[in-house]
């Protein structure tokens, strides 16, 4: 029984972390969104748990925090690894590791751990507010590109799971956030290639425990002559318990075996001896192959998309498939309201792939090395000793060396975006001398430092890196800056705060001085004074540059008496850095760089008037 076709801005096919962020975002942006999932409610028991520090400091960054932290999550902050007891009488702690190291820098230096099923009801939540539901249970039957030349190429086909309805939506995008058995991945042909021919069976679960074992409320990486367990705190008092039951590597390997819950739990008993445990409840268990793979591409087009679990598969040590469907969903939104917003040319979607894909290539690198070692290497506790906090490197043990190099990774501080369109590298088509390459706190295609800083107008001290929500929203004619002037500029309200001038742009002006010294209307130049609300004094000590003039010009690396300009994509991340000049060369160099990749002429022959 056919429907009528609908025209929507894009189709979603599943509700899991990455559909739903994705669907959060472009739903706050205004977009018609269709969203289906094959399951009748979201998910109720196990799949991911781990929230990791920069995911945190993002979701902060969209209103989402409060909500999470409203559930009461466990937190880690700390590793303990446990090894064989020399006298072969069960297991010792052999050390402990902070689980987001100082030289992270990170806002929120811990994992925050929390059932996938509570952060899936709170992006639905936010959903329903902006006018997107999700449609359950249906699923997707077909797809195809109906006119190339349409605002509405694509053609896609539904189908409800318990009955005969169908509907067919006419849309501009496609995304598939279906996991690892993608219908959409298998009609495109996309092969997922596998990084190593080593492959694991793992149990997995979560229940409320009765034990001895001290460091139960800790992450631990257990190794034991019966095998590895990886403890992981819950939330409501519960632990989830991973236990190593098969790898390829055995004689007798089978990669579909599943093992009972009599099984795990006997084996994770084994493992934790001489420690007893026993389960009160169990809510969820599972068991499960795990290999690397990676899709060969993310995109054919650049209107049929996929992300998360569906373009890669790792183990679950890390704690990085949700995390990693965050960044991807994030990485993808900006884009597609960048084009669609008239703001950018359409070849930046290309960049959706070649960014995310490296990223899941590095995580796979990692995974698979990582995976191994946990399987194998048991460290010492004078190896584990020799890991520091500094981030200097030292000649240490293989086990340590790779779990200390991880943090930065699999904390999201880490996350490295190559050179491209957004980010500026000598080969970028803007060739000012005034780009800024060779900064060591301000590294293009990383996240940007966090800094304190006091807001002159209310006096407040905050965050500088949380000022300016996420959006995917300097007078020169026909700059950077005047050529995206908003259509209702005339009408805006006076206390509109982030986007007063441009739906694309928020500046925020930070002055080397006190707050008292700053008369905005005075040292201000007035095509930024609408700007009032993100005019900051770098007046807060900060113990990383205690001697410095102004703290978050150093954690920047700029000098407080030149400055700079830094451009943050939407994400975050750090686009280009560009120094202050006397006259237009600053300008010039701003719209150099934004030339590459916006959808209207910017820096041509005109009349010139610096900011």
């Known amino acids: 029984m056919a429907n009528s076709t609908k025209s929507v801005d894009i189709v979603i096919i599943g509700a899991g972390p990455v559909g739903l962020l994705l669907a959060v975002c472009l739903s706050r942006w205004g977009y018609k969104v269709k969203q289906i999932d094959n399951r009748d409610g979201p998910t109720t028991t196990g799949r991911a748990d781990g929230i990791q520090p920069r995911s945190l400091h993002l979701l902060r960054n969209m209103g989402l925090k409060r909500q999470i932290m409203s559930l009461e999550p466990a937190r880690f902050y700390q590793v303990a690894f446990w090894d064989p007891a020399p006298d072969q009488k069960g297991i010792r702690r052999t050390g402990t590791h902070s689980a987001c190291p100082e030289f992270i820098d990170a806002r929120y230096p811990y994992t925050t751990l929390l059932h996938q099923g509570l952060i899936e009801r709170i992006f639905i939540h936010d959903l329903e507010k902006n006018g997107t539901t999700v449609q359950r249970p249906w699923t997707i039957t077909d797809f195809r590109t109906v006119d190339p030349n349409s605002t509405h190429p694509l053609e896609v086909q539904l189908k409800h799971v318990h009955n005969d309805k169908e509907e067919t939506v006419r849309t501009k995008y496609l995304f598939s956030g279906e996991g690892a058995k993608s219908f959409v991945r298998g009609k495109l042909g996309i092969k997922i290639l596998h ?19 001290p460091d139960v409320k800790m992450k631990c990486t257990i190794h034991s002559d019966h095998g590895s367990v990886m403890i992981i705190p819950r939330e409501s008092n519960m632990a989830r318990l991973y236990v190593q039951i098969a790898s390829s590597t ?31 409840h169990v809510e969820w268990f599972s068991s499960y192959p795990i290999g690397q793979g990676i899709a060969e591409s993310y995109t054919p087009d650049q209107r049929v998309f996929m992300g998360g679990d569906c373009c890669h598969t790792h183990s679950p040590k890390a704690g990085q498939g949700m995390n990693t469907a965050f960044h991807d969903a994030l990485n993808l939104a900006w ?26 290539e590095n995580l796979l690198d990692f995974d698979a090395k990582y995976a191994t070692l946990f399987s194998q290497k048991r460290p010492s506790v004078s ?18 060396e790779v779990f ?48 304190d800083v006091t807001r002159v107008v209310d006096a407040h001290g905050v965050q500088l890196e949380q000022e300016i929500p996420l959006n995917a929203n300097i007078g020169k004619r026909r700059s950077f800056y005047s050529q995206y002037v908003r259509d209702d500029i005339e009408t805006l309200s006076y206390h ?41 004094a770098d007046d807060i000590f900060n113990g990383q540059a205690p001697d410095a003039g102004g703290p978050a010009h150093a954690k920047m690396g700029l000098k407080a008496e030149e400055g700079g300009v830094v451009v943050v994509r939407p994400d975050g991340h750090v686009g280009c850095v560009v120094r202050l000049a006397e006259g237009d060369g600053t300008v010039d160099a701003l719209n150099e760089y934004f030339a590459a990749f916006v959808s209207k002429p910017v820096g041509q022959r005109s009349v010139l008037a610096s900011l």
């Open 496 to 536: 509109e705060r982030h986007n007063p001038h441009s739906r694309f742009f928020t500046i925020c002006i930070t002055y080397a001085a006190s707050r008292e010294s700053i008369d905005i209307e005075d040292v201000v130049p007035d095509p930024l004074v609408r700007y009032r609300d993100h005019i900051y």
């Open 335 to 360: 884009k597609i309201h960048h084009v669609e917003g008239g703001f950018a040319k359409r070849s930046i979607l290309s960049t959706y792939e070649s960014e995310r894909r490296l990223i899941a």
């Open 383 to 400: 190896e584990l000793s020799a890991a520091p906090e500094d981030n200097q490197d030292d000649k240490i043990n293989e086990f340590v």
């Open 195 to 213: 990084k190593d021919p080593t492959s694991y069976v793992w149990g997995v679960i979560d229940g409320i425990v009765r034990t001895d074992f």
């Open 250 to 280: 055995d004689k007798d390997f089978i990669s579909f075996r599943k093992a009972s819950i009599e099984e795990i739990q006997t084996l994770a008993k084994r493992v934790l001896q001489p420690y007893h445990i026993e389960w009160d």
């Open 404 to 451: 200390k190099a991880s943090q930065e990774f699999t904390s999201g501080y880490g996350t490295v975006y190559p050179e491209n369109d957004f980010n500026w590298s000598p080969s970028h088509p803007a060739k000012s001398e005034l780009f800024i390459w060779d900064n060591a706190e301000l590294r293009i295609g990383h996240v940007m430092p966090s800094a």
